[in-house]
Structures are given as structure tokens and as C-alpha cells.
T-cell receptor, first 114, second 115 residues
């Protein structure tokens, strides 16, 4: 089956530092999504990428859809304590027609020291 | 902000009990999903539905069952809960559009503990 390799598995940074995480796969995806999950909560969509090569920003977050459609990265600039959480990449691939399957990476645990 | 709700948020029950986890969405999405997630781990799809009276099993085998009688409602049932069912259960919904393909939005989850 399809697999997403997400790295790093965890990061410990100081407040104000920039963060970068990425996902790679041997499979092609139609859409890349980045979610953040706080403990005990559901994943919240941060950024959605719909076209190969697309670069999208959402506040201090920037993400890119790789040109090969097999990878994506997420950058967080000037991190703050509330950035703490688990970040998941996810790729949408077609099941046929207008139906898609969402495959998740294993997540990056981000800790920000004030 | 996605309008998808799950109840209860937390549930602690004894072995052998029958339970139903509720999921509702007010966005009119045709598609709904159930995922199972252990703490700090990735999400695994256990059930999905592409519309009323449509349900399919996901990638991870589960002893739970689902029903989709109304568009907005996708409950998950465990007939006889066991400690191995202890996990977080996440509900999601989506609607295909040419712009957003099939982006999924998640509820807050139900943390189930079976003693």
C-alpha cells in the first residue's frame, strides 16, 4: 500500500526558531494536506496543496507541493509556544471517480521551549 | 472552521458493554469517515461512507460497525467492548469539488477506555 515517510519524528526547538518538516513517498498524490493535532483533539487542517509545485502560506506557515507530486514540506517561521503539537502530512489519491483515499504520515512531534 | 461534532468526548466503560459513538456534521458533506488512532500514532481508516446507505470497511480491520441512514449522521457501534478497543476514534467528512478535491475535516474525537 501507499506509505508516507514523514521526518523528523520529533523536534525540540527554542521559541523564535524556524522549523521545517517534510514528507516523501514513492507514490503520486493528487493533493497534499498538512494537519496539526493537539493532545486529545482531532486534527485541524492547516494548509491544503492542490497543484504540483504550488507554494502556499497561512500566516507563519508555508508549505509546498513537490513538483514530482511525491513530496511536500511544511515550514513554520518564528515559532511560538502554541505551535506545540503533532503535525501530520497527508496525501489524497484517487479511488476512482470523485472518491479519494487519505494516507497519513506518522507525524512530527514539535516541542517549543519558551 | 469545520462543523463536525462527536459525542461523547470521553468514555470509560467495562468489558462486554455495547457502545455507540456519535458523529454529526452540518456541512451537508456526502462522505464521512471513521479513523482509529493510538496516542502519538498515525491515523488508520476503519470505515467510510460515500452517502446514505453506503458503508465500506477501511484499511484497518475493526470489530466495530457503522450505519449511514442520514447524510449528517454516521454512528459507530461496538457490540461488545474489549480492552483492545481502547483508543481514540476520529470522525471526518468531505465533499468533492474540483477546487478542493476531497479535503477531509475532522471532529474532536472520542477517547474510549475499556476496562
Amino acid at each position: 500500500g501507499q506509505q508516507l515517510n514523514q521526518s523528523p519524528q520529533s523536534m525540540f526547538i527554542q521559541e523564535g526558531e524556524d522549523v521545517s518538516m517534510n514528507c516523501t513517498s514513492s507514490s503520486i498524490f493528487n493533493t497534499w494536506l498538512w494537519y496539526k493535532q493537539d493532545p486529545g483533539e482531532g486534527p485541524v487542517l492547516l494548509i491544503a496543496l492542490y497543484k504540483a509545485g504550488e507554494l502556499t502560506s497561512n500566516g507563519r506557515l508555508t508549505a509546498q507541493f513537490g513538483i514530482t507530486r511525491k513530496d511536500s514540506f511544511l515550514n513554520i517561521s518564528a515559532s511560538i509556544p502554541s505551535d506545540v503539537g503533532i503535525y501530520f502530512c497527508a496525501g489524497l489519491s484517487s479511488r476512482g471517480g470523485s472518491n479519494y483515499k487519505l494516507t497519513f504520515g506518522k507525524g512530527t512531534l514539535l516541542t517549543v521551549n519558551p | 472552521e469545520a462543523d463536525i461534532y462527536q459525542t461523547p468526548r470521553y468514555l470509560v466503560i467495562g468489558t462486554g458493554k455495547k457502545i455507540t459513538l456519535e458523529c454529526s456534521q452540518t456541512m451537508g458533506h456526502d462522505k464521512m469517515y471513521w479513523y482509529q488512532q493510538d496516542p502519538g500514532m498515525e491515523l488508520h481508516l476503519i470505515h467510510y461512507s460515500y452517502g446514505v446507505n453506503s458503508t465500506e470497511k477501511g484499511d484497518l480491520s475493526s470489530e466495530s460497525t457503522v450505519s449511514r441512514i442520514r447524510t449528517e449522521h454516521f454512528p459507530l457501534t461496538l457490540e461488545s467492548a474489549r480492552p483492545s478497543h481502547t483508543s481514540q476514534y476520529l470522525c471526518a467528512s468531505s465533499e468533492y469539488t474540483r477546487l478542493s478535491t476531497d479535503t477531509q475535516y475532522f471532529g474532536p474525537g472520542t477517547r474510549l477506555t475499556v476496562l
